[in-house]
């Protein structure tokens, strides 16, 4: 089967061997696994990990790439194909309370980070995730407080699992070839959360509003929800900008919100 590459669903189809291998190297699979591809493409990497024994469900939103993997894969007991959208997708439901799902994919840049906070959902029954992205995306997953990468996706991302840069991937290791450098991450959920919060969501907002405007200073980014003897109570310089925050400092302000909205609610 010849398949065009459709730009609608972010198609570039992985075909350099030496960074398939070093790819399948990282990931130390075991024939007793269970592994979750997501857009396996032309099967560039589900031929060599069904090559290992080892169970793979694969979910294709691409119907043409789904009959022509059905077609190739077809002597495999142990693969099943999942024609839909990974972003809709109920991974949970492939998991069992014995063993946890094992997930690669490489993502459409235009969906990756909603694809992964969808997983995310879903950290109980995830071992870890390794993911093709655009370097760009990994440099701001794994970034630390003080760097210009580092922001919203960083914390939130790095509040729910571990983070690791592999290594980095080409333009030419891909058909088509693509605009930008790609990079492999290792993405690990915690058993625990690294810090303790009541409500992510708060977090989440208390994150967004300070990285809204990343040059202004706390008491101006986070105005609408603190004073700055509010911020300073727990810590933190108000003259500080949010790129020199860690993750700590992060979860305390959401605590603090959490505090101060359930005050709120109470004197109404």
């Known amino acids: 089967m010849s398949h065009i ?3 609608r669903f972010g198609q570039n189809f992985l075909h350099d061997h030496s960074i398939i ?4 190297s990282s990931l130390q699979s075991h024939t007793d696994e269970h592994w979750v591809e997501i857009g396996p493409g032309l099967g560039a990497l589900t031929q060599p990990l069904l090559n290992q024994g080892l169970r793979l469900d694969v979910v294709e939103l691409d119907r043409d790439l789904v009959a022509f993997l059905s077609n190739k894969f077809q002597a495999y007991a142990h693969l099943t194909i999942h024609s839909g959208d990974a972003l809709r997708f109920d991974f949970a439901s492939l998991a069992t309370d014995s063993q946890k799902l094992r997930i690669i994919g490489n993502l459409p840049y235009n969906i990756s980070t909603p694809l992964m906070f969808h997983l995310l959902e879903n950290a109980h029954c995830i071992q870890d995730m390794h993911f093709m992205l655009q370097k760009e995306v990994v440099d701001r997953l794994c970034a630390q407080p003080g ?11 790095q509040y729910y699992c571990s983070t690791e840069c592999l290594f980095d991937v080409p333009p030419e290791s891909f058909e088509p070839i693509p605009k930008v450098m790609s990079a492999i991450v ?3 959920p915690h058993t625990e959360p690294p810090v303790h919060i009541d409500n992510v969501a708060l977090l989440n907002q208390v994150v967004t509003n300070a990285f809204s405007q990343r040059r202004k200073t706390l008491r101006n980014s ?3 929800l603190f004073t700055e003897e509010q911020i300073s109570a727990v810590n933190i310089d108000p003259s500080a900008r ?3 925050l860690s993750l700590s400092d992060f979860a305390h302000l959401a605590q603090l919100l959490t505090h101060t909205s359930s005050v709120g609610c109470n004197s109404l």
């Open 186 to 188: 290792r993405l690990v």
């Open 21 to 24: 291998q070093t790819i399948l």
């Open 5 to 7: 590459a459709r730009k």
């Open 147 to 157: 760097c210009k990468q580092y922001g919203r996706l960083s914390i939130m991302m």
């Open 222 to 224: 986070l105005s609408k």
């Open 242 to 244: 949010a790129e020199t």
